[in-house]
């Protein structure tokens, strides 16, 4: 999901300074209702350990170039019914600017139009998510076609993201949209793997009963909402 720098320049990189800033605002409002779920110190570790996870999702998982940008198994909705809204767009955030730093610092003039790409699609699954999963439903007991359609909002979002930022960029020339093809079609593939790793992960939860109150992970994970 790295669009590669160049893709998008000069002027038009204004763009992508007002979504990244949108895209914090947002996550920054959501911030104290989550430290009202299990309390600020949840609300931190919950952060840290995706944070760690986006880190290996980003280095160490495989991760191939494809037309205009990168192949990433990047757990989205893995992040989110693990640890929550908050704490999976806080480690997006992170992740992204570690590796910019630390790993891939040909990446951090683009960060904004990275960020951007990530975080606007879990803001769009998490409103997903209320709608398709019951209130009396914990995520442990999510079934394949509810989680699916949490990865195909999260993955096609990511995709949506790039193919703009490739024609915002470069506009429509054939060589520019033959790229955008080959990068769309490589990355819904991620989608396939997913909705999968998301049910063994909640496979796991379901004998792991000793998180069920713990700091580390999201409240609903076990129990239902408590929102009316």
Known sequence: MHIEVGVVQDAKMILSYGTAIASFGYLAKQVWSASQEKGWLSLALRSLIASLLVLIFF?????????????????????????????????LT?????????????????????????????????????????????????????????????????????????????????ENLISVVAFAGAYMTVVILE??????????????SGLKNSPLVTTRLYKESTIN
Do not use: R
């Open 59 to 91: 280095e160490v998982f495989p991760h191939h170039p494809v037309g205009v940008s990168e192949v990433h198994l990047i757990l989205g909705s893995t992040l989110f019914l693990l640890f929550g809204l908050v704490p999976a767009g806080i480690a």
């Open 94 to 174: 992170i992740g992204l600017l570690v590796q910019g730093f630390f790993f891939a610092p040909f990446d951090l003039p683009n960060y904004t139009v990275n960020v951007t790409t990530l975080l606007v699609p879990l803001f769009v699954m998490a409103a997903l998510a209320k709608k398709i999963i019951p209130q009396n439903m914990a995520y442990k007991d999510l079934a394949y076609s509810q989680v699916l359609k949490l990865s195909l909002a999260y993955q096609g979002g990511i995709v949506t993201w790039v193919v703009f930022w490739a024609v915002y960029g470069q506009g429509f020339a054939s």
């Open 195 to 208: 909705p999968l790793v998301d049910l063994a992960v909640l496979a796991g939860v379901k004998v792991a």
